[in-house]
Nanobody, 122 residues
Framework: QVQLVESGGGLVQAGGSLRLSCAAS????????MGWFRQAPGKEREFVSR????????FYTDSVKGRFTISRDHAKNTVYLQMNRLKPEDTAVYYC???????????????WGQGTQVTVSS
């Protein structure tokens, strides 16, 4: 089992920044690929970004490229999502997830956090 706890969400004005954290515990975290997803009201959960187990490979959905940066700290068992130049359409509940597979599909991820709310005002 891998337990994931997100933090760092909040209310921010458009153009501002937030850094989300996802703290992991349980089984060997370092062997898992990690992803960030988000779900806005009335919409399906969508992929945002992922990072592989080593931290050397990352991938982003087009809408966040150049604005968001994913990273991980193996010593702290934590994954981060730095979000800059936030837009109102980034408003959603953000979830981190862990997978032994490498991909962007939600069903590939075995473990999920409880989510953290990000609200961007215009």
């Amino acid at each position: 089992q891998v337990q994931l706890v997100e933090s760092g969400g909040g209310l921010v004005q458009a153009g501002g920044s937030l850094r989300l954290s996802c703290a992991a515990s349980g089984r060997t975290f370092n062997g898992y690929n990690m992803g960030w997803f988000r779900q806005a009201p009335g919409k399906e959960r969508e992929f945002v970004s992922r990072i592989n187990w080593s931290g050397y490979s990352t991938f982003y959905t087009d809408s966040v490229k150049g604005r968001f940066t994913i990273s991980r700290d193996h010593a702290k068992n934590t994954v981060y999502l730095q979000m800059n130049r936030l837009k109102p359409e980034d408003t959603a509940v953000y979830y981190c997830a862990a997978s032994l597979e490498w991909g962007s599909v939600t069903s590939m991820y075995n473990y999920w956090g409880q989510g953290t709310q990000v609200t961007v005002s215009s």
